[in-house]
């Protein structure tokens, strides 16, 4: 009998340890620094008591970590999902560090949530969830210490909730100064005409800005997205608008397929009574869930969750561009794979950015109480996006890396130049 037993996949937090060792050492990262920038800052855990509706009262787990604030307040979404756990959380905020570095923000990276399926809970159970983990996390966030954002499984109305919660819980002198607590906020919360859309609006724009550096456009070109949440909805629209085509779309529940095209505005209808299922759709043919990679397009947009392609699957992928709608969609094995094949990935850091830099636009506009029109927010998006994608493509020109080792590149030299600067207390 052997003794040899299967490689475990790597987890996320391995995925992004390995990423950052990798180009830590490329660039010969200041060893002090590299040590700094390895570990969180803060991994904070709660347990609360929350009532159902039917009187049981249940125990969550709840997470928050702060991985670095060099640049700024700590910036990130929280997820409710069942396998959300402080491995994952620990690695989401790392991948914030470095997007919010590479996007040239002032913030910093954190990431967190709670176990749990929402689709579980009741409207009002989710309430009481949401507003005892606030309540929770207590000083641990706050406007100019750490900003949550939504993410998996969480909208404005949970950021809603998180602020009336923290306002609740301040003296009536300061609750006017604390708006900007939260992003993602409904509009009518003080939140940001376009956040809705700008994170899918960000995967659209770097795939068309790539297209556009080699002489090609969107027209024609099919698609298929993985995920049609928020980010997978508007990318899919904004691809759609510009002359592409979605051929297939994947979720937990089903995988669809059209050769003709699948519109994505009568898809999103569907699925807005089915808490966001695609499944039953009757304008698309359901096909096997592993024949999705496998399908014959020109562009992947992976907008689920972390880990989906990896070593085995990378093998199938027909498409030419990959662009990560969600965070740490293709673990390292598998991008080894991908970028052997040559097949190129925009990543995470810079294609999914749209949504932390539209983040920081409205925290600026709750900071000085104004009011931004759409046309004008979205015109701030695409300059900051596209001069973004600039600095990596040129990065990637002169140190002749691939896209991810060059968005990396960038953004730790801004965090190290900033510790070089400060120097290390004390």
Known sequence: MSTLQEKKPATMYENVMQQYNQVANLVGLNENIKKILGITNNEIIVHFPVKMDNGEVKIFTGYRVQHNNALGPYKGGLRYHPTIDVDDAKALAMWMTWKTSLAGLPFGGAKGGIQLDPREHSLAELERITRRFTYALGDNIGPDQDIPAPDVNTNPQTMAWILDTYMSTKSPSSRSHNNHIVTGKPVGSGGLEGRDRATGFGV??????YLASQGKTLEGKTFIVQGFGNVGQWASQFM????AKLIAVQDAHATLYKEEGIDPITLTEHTQPRKGSIAGFTEAEEIAPDDFFGLECDVL????LGNQINQDNALSVKANLIAEGANGPITT??????LKRGITIIPDIL???GGVIGSYFEWLQNRHGEIW????????IEKKLTENFKR?????EENEVDWRTAAYIIAIHRIELAYTQRGIFP
Not at 301 to 304: D, F, G, L, V
Not at 374 to 380: A, F
């Open 204 to 209: 659209f724009l770097t795939i068309k800005l």
């Open 240 to 243: 759609v608008e510009e002359g």
């Open 301 to 304: 947009i992976p907008a689920a």
């Open 333 to 338: 094995e598998g991008e080894e794979v991908l």
């Open 351 to 353: 294609c999914n950015s």
């Open 373 to 380: 029109q759409l046309d004008e927010v979205m015109q701030k």
């Open 392 to 396: 990596v493509e040129k990065a990637v």
